[in-house]
T-cell receptor, first 117, second 113 residues
């Protein structure tokens, strides 16, 4: 079974520029998560999709971050404009829903390491 | 006070030692408790998954949950250099983290050969 794929693996941009990250979840996984992991911290949930609908985006800084999951498969996370404090690893995870409010374990991709200069 | 507290370390022990890692939490709604291992420049991978209070053993790994104290632990027996990594505790109110996982900071573990 192929794992969660993410690209690019590394990205360096200047502040105020825009950037986009891509995630391809495990086939058949209805739920997709984006987490932000700042150096020395644990991952923090940014947004959760079930199929192509948003379940939770309460911690997404919506003035600069946006995310979409067209057709309920791949997802993109965009930052525009980027700030220095956005430097982090952006992790995508997916899981299979077993019922309306329960899921199997989350599988994580390798992450995209963003550096904002 | 953060929802999940975890000592970031680093924790350095000799090969073969028993390692004890732990987390405390404040949200009594958490029912599912996980330990993830994260190697440098990799995504987290699930090690242990427990529900409510009790113990769970898998090979050299044992997870303990004490909900009355809001305290969880991971023990690693006969530690190996390949166990050197960051260990993240994570928890959620819904099975599988269907409500999103809340993580600790992670403990950086170093096993000295």
């Amino acid at each position: 079974e192929a794992g969660v794929a993410q690209s690019p693996r590394y990205k360096i941009i200047e502040k105020r520029q825009s950037v986009a990250f891509w995630c391809n979840p495990i086939s058949g996984h209805a739920t997709l998560y984006w987490y932000q992991q700042i150096l020395g911290q644990g991952p923090k949930l940014l947004i959760q999709f079930q199929n192509n609908g948003v379940v939770d985006d309460s911690q997404l800084p919506k003035d600069r971050f946006s995310a979409e999951r067209l057709k309920g498969v791949d997802s993109t996370l965009k930052i525009q404009p980027a700030k220095l404090e956005d430097s982090a690893v952006y992790l995508c995870a997916s899981s299979r829903m077993t019922s309306g409010r329960e899921a199997d374990e989350q599988f994580f991709g390798p992450g995209t390491r963003l550096t904002v200069l | 006070q953060k929802e999940v507290e975890q000592d970031p370390g680093p924790l350095s022990v000799p090969e073969g030692a028993i390692v004890s890692l732990n987390c405390t939490y404040s949200n009594s709604a958490f029912q599912y408790f996980m330990w993830y291992r994260q190697y440098s420049r990799k995504g987290p991978e699930l090690l242990m998954y427990t529900y409510s209070s009790g113990n769970k053993e898998d090979g050299r790994f044992t997870a303990q949950v004490d909900k009355s104290s809001k305290y969880i632990s991971l023990f690693i027996r006969d530690s190996q250099p390949s166990d050197s990594a960051t260990y993240l505790c994570a928890m959620s109110a819904l099975r599988g983290g269907a409500d999103g996982l809340t993580f600790g900071k992670g403990t950086h573990l170093i096993i000295q050969p």
